[in-house]
T-cell receptor, first 114, second 113 residues
Framework: AQSVAQPEDQVNVAEGNPLTVKCTYS??????LFWYVQYPNRGLQFLLK??????LVKGSYGFEAEFNKSQTSFHLKKPSALVSDSALYFC????????????FGTGTSLTVIP | NAGVMQNPRHLVRRRGQEARLRCSPV?????VYWYRQLPEEGLKFMVY????????ESGMPKERFSAEFPKEGPSILRIQQVVRGDSAAYFC???????????FGPGTRLTVL
């Protein structure tokens, strides 16, 4: 079955420190992987995606993510967190072999502490 | 280019009424997706449409819910005979193709009294 898991409901990090938001996936074929951010009372905004190629993907607002096929992970990272990064982050996967759905994780709430 | 537009942003209905949610995709996007988000939960896929065709409706309840994306005009998510459990935020997204990133609208918050 296709799925994506975000094991942490909440992540707290001090401003200026590096941050990681974890995501693991399960698909039957090669995954298309995405990260989105949601601010309060807003829709989701696209951050970055991995389709193929370099395992380290750079995206908007200084975020990056590393695709690790052996660990079936796609963790979101940023070297230095900002208070304005506080938001809800969703990982999503699309299985290009089976079906056309996007599967979203349950989200991780990131709080950056000043 | 305008992003995905959804209206209304807020919709209040009494039990048993109908709710119609509209979504205008990004210009040039022919793929539309509808999601439901309940408080403290993630996004749940409902339906995927591509101009006049329903590609995947596996996430949509079999009864009371329907979706369309006509040749002209916005995509419509229709909920008949709403119940309190239908209260949620409904998000529409569009993409250029089936494997491109999705762009999300601001959502419609449905409250059923």
């Amino acid at each position: 079955a296709q799925s994506v898991a975000q094991p942490e409901d909440q992540v707290n990090v001090a401003e200026g420190n590096p941050l990681t938001v974890k995501c693991t996936y399960s698909v039957s074929g090669n995954p298309y992987l995405f990260w989105y951010v949601q601010y309060p009372n807003r829709g989701l905004q696209f951050l970055l995606k991995y389709i193929t190629g370099d395992n380290l993907v750079k995206g908007s607002y200084g975020f990056e993510a590393e695709f690790n096929k052996s660990q079936t992970s796609f963790h979101l990272k940023k070297p230095s967190a900002l208070v304005s990064d506080s938001a809800l982050y969703f990982c999503a996967v699309r299985d290009i072999v089976a079906g056309n759905q996007f599967y979203f994780g349950t989200g991780t709430s990131l709080t950056v502490i000043p | 280019n305008a992003g995905v537009m959804q209206n209304p942003r807020h919709l209040v209905r009494r039990r048993g009424q109908e709710a119609r949610l509209r979504c205008s995709p990004v210009k040039g996007h022919s793929h539309v997706y509808w999601y439901r988000q309940l408080p403290e939960e993630g996004l749940k896929f409902m339906v995927y449409l591509q101009k006049e065709n329903i590609i995947d409706e596996s996430g949509m309840p079999k009864e009371r819910f329907s979706a369309e994306f006509p040749k002209e005009g916005p995509s419509i998510l229709r909920i008949q005979q709403v119940v309190r459990g239908d209260s949620a935020a409904y998000f529409c997204a569009s993409s250029r193709g089936p494997y491109n990133e999705q762009f999300f609208g601001p959502g419609t918050r449905l409250t059923v009294l």
